[in-house]
């Protein structure tokens, strides 16, 4: 009985030894789904250009919306890449970010 504890034990904490961490978001809710608006914007705003411009532009893009929340390029692609990894997380920040749009667009629309 004593040893049958022990292996079940041991091979309990084999299991969570080797289980895979799952990383964690480093950007706060709110402003990744801000930024996941912006990033929206921006590409829509490219869908008329040619593909060397829209690639220059994505890029200047890239770099103010970095600026302007005040986090790296490397932080936003890598929360957007974790993000990815659990596409239903992901689908409930895209459909805020979504809805963070319709809201400008109406105010826009009202002014």
């Known amino acids: 009985m004593k040893k049958s504890s ?10 969570i030894a ?21 990033l929206h914007f921006a590409e829509a705003s490219l869908e008329n250009l040619d ?20 986090v790296s390029e490397e932080e936003i692609k890598k929360n957007l890449d974790l993000l990815k990894q659990n596409p239903k ?10 809805d963070s749009l319709r809201v400008w667009e109406s ?3 009202n002014k």
Request: one cysteine or more; a positive charge; charged letters at 25%.
């Open 6 to 15: 022990f292996v079940i034990f041991f091979g309990l904490m084999c299991f």
């Open 18 to 38: 080797c289980v895979k961490k799952e990383e964690s978001l480093t950007i706060e809710k709110e402003k990744l789904i801000l930024i996941i608006a912006d």
């Open 51 to 70: 593909s060397l411009r829209s690639d220059s532009l994505q890029k200047i893009y890239n770099q103010q919306i970095s600026q302007i929340h005040g």
């Open 89 to 98: 997380n992901m689908f409930e920040y895209v459909r805020a970010a979504s």
């Open 107 to 109: 105010k826009q629309k």
